[in-house]
């Protein structure tokens, strides 16, 4: 099982569907499976869903491709990557899917600060300026990127997500 994971809107579907190609392994979207199997509950302050990580532990899915934010909670695998994107382009890419600001702050906060990536201590692929199929071609090759954006926006960090957000935006970093 090939894990694809990563804030989204870092591109893990269009990933995991060139990934599927090149490999001929079915893709499973984690999203999907949760709601329709697991039980889950919608918040809608974060219009999201919440459910507890640990009933993803065990899952098993063969030898698939799994794609979803939450998919390094599985514990079986034989390869995990995390897609990253730059969190200016990745607002631009929350937006475009209409969410609220303070989703949009909370995510790109989360790639800032290398959330998931360190939960997954896995092979980090830079998403910003590629096309699905290259990633999924650097996937193959196992040719990870290094990638910190810490270092590109800690001027903008700030105590206030949305304010980070607005500074990110404005080119104030």
């Known amino acids: 099982m090939i894990i694809i994971t990563g804030t989204p809107g870092t591109g893990k579907t269009s990933v995991a569907e060139e990934l599927a190609k090149l490999t001929k392994r079915s893709v499973v979207h984690l999203n999907d499976y949760i ?21 993803l532990e065990e899952l098993d899915f063969g030898d698939a491709i799994v794609e979803g934010h939450l998919a390094h909670f599985i514990k079986r695998s034989e390869m995990t990557v995390v897609l990253r994107c730059d969190p200016k382009e990745l607002i631009e890419r929350l937006e475009r899917r209409k969410w609220n600001e303070r989703k949009i702050a909370e995510n790109v906060m989360a790639e800032i600060l290398d959330v998931i990536s360190v939960e997954a201590n896995g092979m ?22 290094k ?5 590109k926006y800690s001027a903008c960090l700030s105590t206030d997500d949305v304010e980070t957000l607005k500074k990110i935006k404005s080119n104030k970093c």
Do not use: Q, R
């Not at 980090?124 to 040719?143: F, L, R, Y």
């Not at 990638?147 to 270092?151: E, H, R, T």
């Open 147 to 151: 990638v910190d954006w810490m270092k």
């Open 35 to 55: 709601k329709k199997h697991l039980d889950v509950e919608y918040d809608p302050a974060y219009e999201s869903y919440s459910i507890n990580t640990k009933l």
């Open 124 to 145: 980090d692929i830079d998403t910003t300026n590629a096309i699905p199929v290259e990633c999924a071609e650097k996937i193959m090759s196992g040719h990870a990127d």
